[in-house]
Nanobody
Framework: QVQLVESGGGLVQPGGSLRLSCAASGSDLDYYSVGWFRQAPGKERDGILCLSNTDNSTYQADSVKGRFTISRDKNTMYLQMNNLEPDDTAVYYC?????????????????WGQGTQVIVSS
């Protein structure tokens, strides 16, 4: 079982940037499909950027296209967020799953970090 710890959240002004990190331990992330999710107050957890461990396919939500990118370096995953908007305010989670039928479908991911808060406000 992999353990995930997110970091890097904070308060940022509209138009600003943040980079979130997700450090994995206990297992090699290469075995997992991984992704970034976010949950705004009163809303469900939504997948925004996900990578498959089987065919290297990716999923990117329309709301973040051209602004957010996902990357990995060994056992750490990153979310680079540029041109942030107030609607990006949420708790951001990284998730991992051995087998995923639908990328970025939150119910299919069984490993989660504790989340990191991102607030976009002037």
């Amino acid at each position: 079982q992999v353990q995930l710890v997110e970091s890097g959240g904070g308060l940022v002004q509209p138009g600003g940037s943040l980079r979130l990190s997700c450090a994995a331990s206990g297992s090699d992330l290469d075995y997992y499909s991984v992704g970034w999710f976010r949950q705004a107050p009163g809303k469900e957890r939504d997948g925004i950027l996900c990578l498959s461990n089987t065919d290297n396919s990716t999923y990117q939500a329309d709301s973040v296209k051209g602004r957010f990118t996902i990357s990995r370096d060994k056992n750490t995953m990153y979310l680079q967020m540029n041109n942030l908007e107030p609607d990006d305010t949420a708790v951001y989670y990284c998730g991992a799953a051995i087998v995923v039928a639908t990328l970025c479908e939150a119910d299919e991911y069984e490993n989660w970090g504790q989340g990191t808060q991102v607030i976009v406000s002037s």
